[in-house]
C-alpha cells in the first residue's frame, strides 16, 4: 500500500495512503495512529485520522529539548517515526493484528474485529426529514425505498471530525449517492445526512451541505461525560426507522 508523507507547517506531519474512501485504507492507518500512541514522545500534541491520512502534532521545542531525535532535525525524525509505524503494522508482520494491552485500545487491525456496534434510531418523517422526498426523486426512487436502503447497511465509522463528534460513515448504496448541496443551510442537531458514498449524523446544530433524510434523538457529544464523544473510528452504526411519536418521546422535542 503506497504512501506520501507531507509537512503540515514546522509542527505536523502527515502520512497519506490516497484520496479514496476505502475501509482497508482505514484500517491501516487506524492500526498505525494506535502504534504511535504506544509508542508516543515527549512534546507529541496529537495523533488525528482521516480517511486515510494519519497526522502527528507535535511542539518542536518540546521535542528538541527532549534529545530523542538524536540531533535529527525534528520533522524528519517525525517523518522516519511514521513510517517505522507503516512498516511495522503491515499486514503480515503481526502488529497490525495485535490488541493492546489490558486496558488499552486495540490496534486497527483488531478494532475491524473488535469494534463496537450501534443501534440508532432515526425518524424519517415530515420535518425530521427535509431533503428525503428531494432524494428520492433524484435517484428516482420512491420514499420507503431510500429509507429501506439507508437502514440496510451496517457503517464504519471512517473518522471523527467536522464538529465534536460527527462521525463519517460508509460507504452508502450506490443508489443514495447524491452531491452535496451549493450552499449549506441550518441543520438541527441529530440531523442525518447523506453526501457523496457517505452518511453522517450532525451531532450540534450546525450550517451543512449534506441532504438531511432522517434526524435522531440520540445525543453524540456530551462535553459532560466522559468522553464526551460516542462514536469511535472503528465503531459500526446501524440504523432503524421510529415514528415521530418515538422521536419525541425519547428526545422530548415536539417539532
Known sequence: MPYTLFPLGDSAVTLDLGPVIDEH?????QAIHDWLQRH???G???VIVAYSSVSVFYDPAVVRASGVTGGQ?????VEELLVRGWEETEPGTGAALRPGPAGT???GGARQQSGRCFRIPV?????????LAEVARQQHLSV??????HTAGIYRVYMIGFLPGFPYLGTVDPRLEVPRKQRPVPVAAGGVGVAGKQTGIYPLNSPGGWSIIGRTPVRLFDP???PPVRLQTGDRVEFYPIPAEEFHRVSGFSG
Open 105 to 107: 485500545p486495540a490496534d
Open 25 to 29: 485504507h482505514n484500517i491501516r492507518v
Open 123 to 131: 425518524c424519517y418523517e415530515g420535518v425530521y426529514a427535509p431533503d
Open 73 to 77: 532535525r525534528t520533522g524528519v525524525w
Open 44 to 46: 507529541i500534541l496529537d
Open 40 to 42: 508516543g514522545f515527549p
Open 144 to 149: 420507503p425505498e431510500v429509507i429501506g436502503l
Open 224 to 226: 459532560a461525560t466522559d
